[in-house]
């Protein structure tokens, strides 16, 4: 078990903020990052996601809430890492302590394909299992 979590790569970092288009412009101005998605409801977490990427940079998932006004506060929400073996990688992580947030389910921002939410170490993570992102934009913002 323990080799799944040896297997986790660093992903994207999300962040919660409470105005997509000016959080966007944001990381345009202060940190040279561009939008490479439309914005997708996720249905299941009752959010709007907008993915930013910069070439040789970590990528960037940006989120408000669609329902609780009061999770509108900006801030760093969670870290997330990739893994190819979900089951494996979110036991592996619960062997170690980790709770169980969300169970392994189609997330809407990466085009149907499964992601988790989990608490361990002080933080939210994500686990995804793809670098699928829903509603790309045209051209690659990562090629420089």
């Keep these: ?10 992903d994207h970092l ?7 288009a000016a959080a966007i412009e944001a990381f345009a101005k202060y940190f040279g990052y561009r939008q490479a998605t439309a914005p997708v409801v996720n249905t299941r977490h009752q959010v709007e996601v907008v993915f930013l990427e910069k070439a040789g940079s970590i990528g960037i998932k940006l989120f408000r809430s669609v329902g609780d006004v009061k999770a509108q506060i900006p801030k760093l929400h969670h ?6 073996e979900m089951n494996s990688a979110v036991e592996a992580l ?4 980790a709770r169980v947030l969300h169970a392994p389910a ?9 992601i988790a939410f989990l608490f361990a170490a002080g933080l939210n993570l994500e686990l995804v299992s793809t670098d699928k992102r829903r ?9 420089t």
């Design 79 to 84: 870290v997330a890492f990739r893994t190819d």
């Design 94 to 97: 619960v062997e170690e302590g």
């Design 106 to 114: 189609p997330g809407e921002a990466f085009d149907g394909e499964p």
């Design 14 to 20: 999300g962040i919660q903020v409470s105005d997509l």
């Design 1 to 10: 078990m323990r080799e799944a979590i040896e297997k986790l790569r660093l």
């Design 135 to 143: 509603s790309r934009l045209e051209g690659d913002p990562t090629v």
